[in-house]
């Protein structure tokens, strides 16, 4: 049985958790809200191996790869903030026979 261990030593970063909430004004405009559900602490790594456009420019794109115990309230639609940036979340996995999971985010190049 192949089973990665996982110190909890290693979950010495802060992140946010944040759900966006969505509705619509009277003239019909889209108004997000962004809400903190939980702060937790995680095991961050930082990969900037893509790249994307932004006002024209080439810009290098921040990808997370986090390890923290499992929220069970936190979905693929939810956001992370970390280190003053935001990330949309595009993955959540479990990890086998353990109380922990595999978060993978990437960088929102603009604030709305």
């Known amino acids: 049985m192949n089973v990665e261990f996982i110190n909890p030593g290693d979950l010495n970063r802060r992140i946010t958790i944040i759900r966006p909430y969505r509705s619509y004004g009277a003239e019909g405009q889209e108004i997000v809200d962004r809400r903190p559900i939980a ?52 993955s959540i996995n479990e990890v086998r026979l353990t109380p922990f999971i595999k978060v993978r985010a990437r960088e929102v190049l603009r604030y709305d």
Do not use: C, K
């Open 39 to 90: 702060e937790r602490w995680a095991s961050v790594d930082i990969d900037a191996s893509d790249e994307d456009l932004e006002d024209g420019n080439v810009r290098s794109v921040h990808w997370l790869d986090i390890t923290m115990y499992q929220l069970p309230i936190m979905m693929t639609g939810d956001e992370l903030e970390f280190e003053g940036r935001r990330y949309n979340i595009t």
